[in-house]
Structures are given as structure tokens and as C-alpha cells.
């Protein structure tokens, strides 16, 4: 089994994440007008996925030990699979929140069980490297979504969008019954004993610490206006100016282009910066453009001002504070409590997301585009001061 063979499969979980995240973006454009949707509408369907990666991620971090990694990558195959079928088939409003929350499902599992295999099988130097492919397949989902909205959008066929997600779901279930568990023998073997508790072990003050960092490291990386942006990139453009759906989801898969190649070029900065100095420095260039977000309905040309803004912004975004925190967690906790901790760092992961995705539009045609960047930006001050404060280096584990 050749090691290129076994990352594309073990990464395919972070690719149908990505591109069930990204492909509502071009859906709206379209599903808005057909089905009469509401802002408050648009950002809840939005943000169905992220309603159901919360129980999602929290059985995958049980089940990856009790069932073992691999079965858990397969049943997360299988449930995206009914859950882009059932967006495929969808009539009603109702039918297209259940298919979201059931990709979310499976999203929630896969943002758990995809990091944690590929730091289980990667050589202890080259872990950063090797967790971060599950971010560029993620990347790379969120690009092949936008470049699939583009690509429908003339037919405006959303079924199909929807349907081009049932591919890799099967490229996912099917590849993995030629891939090993990771399951360490030794978590396996305290389960028949005793079942290994991260709560139980919160009465150890570096654990408890740890779990503190967790939470937040992974609030902020939401709040600051990832989720958001990349849901409602087409509806941002269209608000600055690019008038036709085509140009706005043009403009769009420039911005997935953006993300995928800034996430490869993470790869060769995770493993040699650092993960705390690389990450304040994405952060402080997150703020940066932010800032020019905010100002940018205030500049002629705002349209092209808007598109630098955004593409800077998901640019530091990518090359840190998309691929560090779910990294710097599993290299925080030990070996028996990682599966646990990535299930409470995605968990609070997706439930920032779903506040921010959820509260966008409305705050933006309540307020205004402008004020919401700023508040992003504001959020993203803080976080800045979080990071500096107290995030140690975890290049070397500390506890392992």
C-alpha cells in the first residue's frame, strides 16, 4: 500500500467536510429565489451542517476508541453518502435542513477521526505535515464546491451540486477496506479495564489547563469569521457590486483558489516556524485585512477593494488558523485522551461556527457588511491577546 494512496484516503473525510461546507455558497444563490428564503432562513440552512457535526464529533470521539479509527472513517463515508442523496432528492425546506444535518454528521466525525489517523500513522518530525493534509483536502473540497457552483451555474442546477458529492463518499467507504486501523493496541486494552475519562482527568491541573486552551483556541477560530465568509462569499460580492450571480461565483472560486494554495503552502511552515509564533502571525494578518473589509464600502472600486480584503483574510487564515488548532491539540494531550480532546475541540469548533454562520446576514443587513467585519476584527484583537497570553509551543509534545 503506497503512503500517497493511504493519505488521499485518510484525508477524504476533510475533503467532503470541505466541500458540503462550501457548496451551499453557490446553492444559495439559487435555492433563495426558488424556495423564498429569508436571510434568517439562509443562515440557518447554512448552518444545519454544523448542527449536526456537534453530535458528531462528540460519538466520534468515543467511538474512535471503542470502534477503532478505521470503522469510525467508514461509517462517516456511509452517512455522507445518504446525506447528499438526500439533498439530491430534496422538495422542501425541511427535506434540505435534514440532508445539511446529516452531512454534519458526518462532518462532525470526520473533523475528529481524519487528523487523529494521520497523526497516528505520521513519523513523530513530520507530524505537522502530515495532519495538515487533511486540511488541504479540506481546502481542496472547498475549491472543487466553488468550482462546481461556477460550473452549474448557468443551469442553475443545484441537484447536481449536490449530487457531485456522492463520489468521494464512495471513493472514502470503499478505499478504507485497504487501509490498517490506527488504533493503538494499548488504548484497545484500557478500554477492557477501564474506559479513559478526559473529564476524570480534568482534576490534573496541566490536563485542566490544556482543556482551557482547547475551548477557546477553538472558539476563536470561528468567531473571527471563517464560517461565515466562505458560506456567504457569493452574497458578499453581490453586495459590492458584482451585480451577476456568474461574476459573484467567479469571483468565488478565486477565493477557494486562494484558500487551497495558501493551505499547501502552510505545509512548509507548520513543521519550521513553530506553531505559536506562525499562528500569532496569521492572526495579527487576519485583523490586518479585516480591517480593510471593514473600510472597504467606503472606497471607490469597492468591489476589487472587498476582493483583496476577503482574499488576504482567508489567505493568514490558511496558512494558520486553519490547520494549527486541531494540530496543536493532538500534540497537547496524551495518546488516551487525544480521541477525546479532538472530539471536544471540534465540537466547540463547529458550535462557534454555527453562531457566526447563523448571525451573519442578519447582522449584516440589520447593521451593516462593514460593522460585522469590524467586529470580526475585534474578536480577532482578542484572540491575539489569548494566544500571546498562554498557548505554549507544541512542536515537541508535552505530554506523550
Known amino acids: 500500500m503506497t503512503s500517497t494512496f493511504r493519505h488521499l484516503i485518510a484525508s477524504l473525510g476533510g475533503f467532503q467536510l470541505g466541500y458540503s461546507l462550501a457548496i451551499i455558497a453557490s446553492m444559495l444563490v439559487f435555492l433563495s429565489a426558488e424556495f423564498s428564503l429569508s436571510p434568517s432562513q439562509e443562515g440557518l440552512l447554512s448552518g444545519a451542517l454544523l448542527i449536526g457535526a456537534l453530535p458528531g464529533s462528540i460519538l466520534a470521539g468515543k467511538s474512535c476508541n471503542s470502534l477503532g479509527r478505521k470503522k469510525v472513517q467508514q461509517l462517516t463515508a456511509f452517512i455522507f453518502f ?5 439533498l439530491v432528492y430534496a422538495h422542501s425546506l425541511s427535506t434540505l435542513f435534514i440532508g445539511r444535518i446529516i452531512q454534519g454528521i458526518a462532518g462532525g466525525a470526520a473533523a475528529v477521526v481524519g487528523p487523529l489517523y494521520l497523526a497516528e500513522i505520521a513519523p513523530k518530525e ?3 505535515t502530515y495532519v495538515s493534509f487533511y486540511q488541504i483536502a479540506l481546502a481542496f473540497g472547498i475549491l472543487m464546491a466553488y468550482g462546481t457552483g461556477w460550473l452549474f451555474s448557468e443551469s442553475q442546477n443545484w441537484r447536481a451540486m449536490c449530487a ?5 463518499s464512495l471513493l472514502h ?4 477496506h485497504y487501509l490498517l486501523d490506527s488504533t493503538p493496541r494499548e488504548t484497545l486494552t484500557t478500554l477492557i479495564q477501564r474506559p479513559p475519562s478526559l473529564f476524570q482527568e480534568l482534576k490534573n491541573s496541566k490536563i485542566r489547563f490544556f482543556f482551557f486552551i482547547t475551548i477557546f483556541l477553538n472558539a476563536f477560530q470561528q468567531i473571527t469569521g471563517i464560517g461565515a ?9 453581490q453586495n459590492y457590486g458584482f451585480d451577476s450571480p456568474q461574476t459573484a461565483l467567479l469571483f468565488t472560486l478565486l477565493g477557494g483558489v486562494v484558500f487551497f494554495l495558501a493551505t499547501i503552502k502552510s505545509l512548509t511552515l507548520v513543521d519550521k516556524m513553530g506553531r505559536r509564533p506562525l499562528l500569532l ?6 485583523i490586518f485585512f479585516l480591517s480593510c473589509a471593514t473600510l472597504s464600502a467606503f472606497f471607490p472600486y469597492k468591489n476589487w477593494f472587498i476582493s483583496f480584503a476577503l482574499f488576504g483574510y482567508i489567505t493568514a487564515f490558511s496558512l494558520t488558523f486553519g490547520p494549527l488548532p486541531q494540530l496543536i491539540i493532538s500534540e497537547l494531550f496524551p495518546r488516551k485522551l487525544r480521541s477525546q480532546a479532538l472530539g471536544v475541540a471540534i465540537t466547540t469548533s463547529f458550535l462557534f461556527n454555527f453562531i457566526t454562520v447563523s448571525t451573519f446576514l442578519n447582522l449584516s443587513f440589520s447593521f451593516s457588511f462593514s460593522t460585522t467585519f469590524a467586529i470580526y476584527a475585534l474578536l480577532g484583537t482578542t484572540a491575539f491577546y489569548f494566544t500571546w497570553k498562554y498557548l505554549p509551543e507544541t512542536a515537541e509534545s508535552l505530554l506523550d
Open 82 to 86: 445518504l446525506g447528499s442523496l438526500t
Open 126 to 128: 513530520k507530524r505537522g
Open 164 to 168: 457531485m458529492g456522492i463520489i468521494p
Open 173 to 176: 467507504g470503499f478505499g478504507f
Open 229 to 237: 465568509i466562505l458560506a456567504f462569499t457569493p452574497i458578499i460580492f
Open 281 to 286: 502571525k496569521g492572526i495579527i494578518g487576519m
